[in-house]
């Protein structure tokens, strides 16, 4: 059983390392993100936040969203990072890594959750962080096509199995914040679900797009 599970790791190593080493530029045609994401039913747009330069480069990101939108409660600010080819899959970065570094506290986690929005489910974390007198709850995932997960080398997976069987290499990080001013965390959460739910179908058709 150890010689097997060897053999297949080995395998599976390999494969990877062809995957990835062989990946090239897709011909991809999507409009920008930010232009995509202008409009959510029911959302209306605050603002776009333009990342630096530094942390767009250690991210390696193709496109990416960092917008805040007006909810029927407030504000809810969404992230997606995107990627065309299966060598960044390894890019992305959680906020377990990102937030810290930061200086933000990570106070809460509530791993392995899930919503199904049908015909898809959404495999995702949940965690809540603090800096100062700001709190936020905070639901992300990674996505590899229809496909999502919470774990970054499931998602490497993910995109290597994509890549072999034709449905692509692109792929993302998504973040979904709501701050949590008055520590109301079950309706931040209703907030960040709603949101989501209207959301979503519109980011898989910007996946499937191109």
């Known amino acids: 059983m150890n010689r097997k599970l060897l053999i297949l790791s080995v395998l599976f190593s390999v494969t990877c390392v062809f995957i990835y080493s062989r990946s090239a530029t897709e011909n991809v045609s999507k409009p920008p993100i930010k232009q995509y994401f202008e409009h959510i ?3 209306k747009t605050l603002r776009h936040v333009d990342m630096e330069e530094n942390v767009l480069s250690l991210l390696q990101l193709d496109d990416y969203l960092f917008t805040d939108y007006q909810g029927p409660n407030g504000k809810i600010t969404l992230y ?5 080819t299966a060598d960044k899959a390894s890019a992305a970065h959680s906020p377990l890594i990102c937030y ?3 200086g933000w506290v990570i106070e809460k986690q509530v791993p392995n959750l899930s919503v199904n929005i049908d015909p898809f489910v959404i495999h995702y974390n949940e965690i809540i962080t603090s800096l ?6 905070v639901l992300y995932w990674f996505q590899a096509h229809h496909d999502t997960n919470t774990k970054a080398f499931k998602n490497k997976t993910n995109v290597a199995y994509n890549k072999l069987t034709d449905r692509g290499e692109q792929h993302a990080f998504v973040r979904v914040s709501v ?4 520590d109301n965390t079950n309706q931040a959460k ?8 209207k959301f979503y179908p519109q980011f898989i058709r910007f996946v499937d797009e191109g």
């Open 132 to 137: 100062g007198g700001q709190k936020e709850l």
């Open 179 to 182: 701050p949590l001013g008055s």
């Open 41 to 43: 039913e029911g959302y």
């Open 100 to 102: 810290p570094s930061q």
């Open 80 to 84: 997606i990072g995107y990627y065309y």
């Open 190 to 197: 209703q907030d960040a679900m709603d949101f989501i739910k």
